[in-house]
């Protein structure tokens, strides 16, 4: 099985005005990434293999909302794209619960992510 492997990086606010977003090609063009890496200035997010239901790729930090129609889901909840133990999950710290982010992803959405978007979490479910 062939897979996509590809990651973006998020470049932290405390060392830049205006933090942004940028793909590895970005990043490889614009900054000299091993001295990034060095002095913690960057975080590296991967690339899940699966887009939500709209066609966007979903990486590791992103904020996503489950709908009502994937069978033994709990209810609809918003939840950070997370890897635990060889798996990728949606995890909701607050409800203290985590469902997995399977193949068959027909109701997730990308709705933001961690770095731009913290307050997404904090909403009510």
Do not use: C
């Not at 990651?7 to 490889?28: C, D, I, Q, T, V």
């Amino acid at each position: 099985m062939k897979r996509e492997i590809k990651f973006r990086a998020f470049l932290n606010s405390k060392h830049y005005e205006k933090p942004r977003m940028l793909s590895w090609g970005e990043l490889l063009e614009q900054y000299d990434a091993i001295d990034m890496f060095q002095r913690d200035m960057m975080t590296l997010m991967q690339y899940t293999g699966l887009k939500d239901k709209n066609g966007q790729s979903i990486y590791e930090g992103d904020i996503v909302r489950t709908g009502k129609d994937n069978i033994g889901d709990p209810e609809p909840m918003i939840g950070q794209v997370i890897m635990r133990e060889g798996s990728w999950l949606i995890e909701n710290e607050k409800m203290q619960e985590a469902i997995e982010l399977f193949s068959e992803i027909t109701s997730r959405e990308v709705i933001g992510n961690i770095f731009k978007n913290p307050e997404l979490l904090e909403e009510k479910q």
